[in-house]
């Protein structure tokens, strides 16, 4: 069960169909009396079920179907029976472009700068939400789609026309606008120096030669083929073992944020 406040869900495996639909409809039974139990109701209209490499059947709370999706939110983000991320980043942009909207009418009276800061806030601010679970994993096509998203909020900023032939990456550089992928890059990096950077030089064999990459701090690569290369873990070492040598080795996380974020943000 992964819980947050009053949100939470149950995830139940099994070796067959017939097994996992059992423990489906058992988790619920219980989870329906566990609510019972301790004096509150439970919101069959807000329970959903979904099923990764199969459907399941609908389960009954309290004699009421619930019918398995093909997607379901939680905490904000679309978790998509076939582990993709397209629903979702259609969310994101259009909560961009919605921002983007906002930033061009609510802002119309205000500076470039004050519109600057409403893009962090309102643009920038929907993308980052759950941004490392989805962000390093999706494919390019769709970052550059959350990208075009991000461009309309920027032409917002500068009240330049919704379409037409503008330098948007050179006013993304002037006024220090990160693109998607330098936010992609960050983000990992961070990431990988919050998991790593107290346990590299343990994890570091001690012993053999002193190669290029034992004094860099690196870690062996890991596999990066099937469902491996989506792994966070995977994702981590890779941005560990891309940070320089004097980020690893910071062990202020003020400092080594900052760091991070002038190695990320090429302007």
Same mark, same amino acid.
């Given at each position: 069960?992964?819980?947050?406040?009053?949100?939470?869900?149950?995830?139940?495996?099994?070796?067959?169909?017939?097994?996992?639909?059992?423990?489906?409809?058992?988790?619920?039974?219980?989870?329906?009396?566990?609510?019972?139990?301790?004096?509150? @109701?439970?919101?069959?209209?807000?329970?959903?079920? !979904?099923?990764?490499?199969?459907?399941?059947?609908?389960?009954?709370?309290? *004699?009421?179907?619930?019918?398995?999706?093909?997607?379901?939110?939680?905490?904000?983000?679309?978790?998509?029976?076939?582990?993709? =991320?397209?629903? /979702?980043?259609?969310?994101?942009?259009?909560?961009?472009? +919605?921002? +983007?909207?906002?930033?061009? %009418?609510?802002?119309?009276?205000?500076?470039?700068?004050?519109?600057?800061?409403?893009?962090?806030? =309102?643009?920038?601010?929907?993308?980052? @939400?759950?941004?490392?679970? &989805?962000?390093?994993?999706? *494919?390019?096509? $769709?970052?550059?789609?959350?990208?075009?998203?991000?461009? @309309?909020?920027?032409?917002?900023?500068?009240?330049?026309?919704?379409?037409?032939?503008?330098?948007?990456?050179? !006013?993304?550089?002037? &006024? /220090?606008?990160?693109?998607?992928?330098?936010?992609?890059?960050?983000?990992? !990096?961070? +990431?990988? =120096?919050?998991? %790593? #950077?107290?346990? @590299?030089?343990?994890?570091?064999?001690?012993?053999?030669?002193?190669?290029?990459?034992?004094?860099?701090?690196?870690?062996?690569?890991?596999?990066?083929?099937? /469902?491996?290369? /989506?792994?966070?873990?995977?994702?981590?070492?890779?941005? =560990?073992? *891309?940070?320089?040598? $004097?980020?690893?080795?910071?062990?202020?996380?003020? #400092?080594?944020?900052?760091?991070?974020?002038?190695?990320? %943000?090429?302007?």
């Amino acid at each position: 069960m992964f819980l947050y406040a009053d949100d939470g869900t149950n995830v139940v495996a099994a070796d067959s169909v017939e097994e996992c639909n059992s423990k489906l409809q058992q988790a619920a039974t219980d989870l329906a009396l566990w609510y019972d139990k301790i004096g509150l @109701s439970l919101n069959i209209k807000k329970s959903e079920v !979904l099923g990764f490499g199969f459907v399941p059947d609908p389960i009954f709370i309290n *004699n009421s179907p619930i019918f398995p999706r093909s997607s379901i939110k939680f905490l904000g983000l679309i978790i998509q029976s076939d582990l993709k =991320w397209n629903l /979702h980043v259609d969310h994101v942009c259009s909560k961009i472009r +919605a921002a +983007a909207g906002r930033i061009r %009418y609510e802002g119309r009276h205000f500076s470039v700068n004050d519109r600057r800061q409403l893009y962090f806030a =309102w643009a920038q601010g929907s993308l980052c @939400s759950n941004t490392l679970a &989805f962000l390093p994993r999706i *494919n390019q096509g $769709e970052k550059e789609k959350i990208q075009t998203a991000c461009n @309309s909020a920027i032409r917002a900023i500068f009240g330049l026309p919704r379409f037409g032939r503008s330098s948007i990456t050179s !006013l993304r550089e002037q &006024f /220090h606008i990160p693109s998607v992928e330098m936010l992609t890059e960050k983000i990992t !990096l961070e +990431a990988a =120096w919050n998991r %790593y #950077q107290a346990f @590299s030089e343990v994890e570091t064999p001690v012993s053999g030669p002193i190669t290029r990459a034992r004094s860099n701090r690196n870690f062996i690569h890991p596999v990066q083929t099937g /469902h491996r290369r /989506h792994l966070l873990s995977t994702i981590c070492v890779l941005a =560990w073992n *891309n940070l320089p040598l $004097e980020i690893k080795m910071e062990t202020r996380k003020t #400092q080594a944020f900052q760091m991070i974020k002038k190695f990320a %943000y090429k302007f």
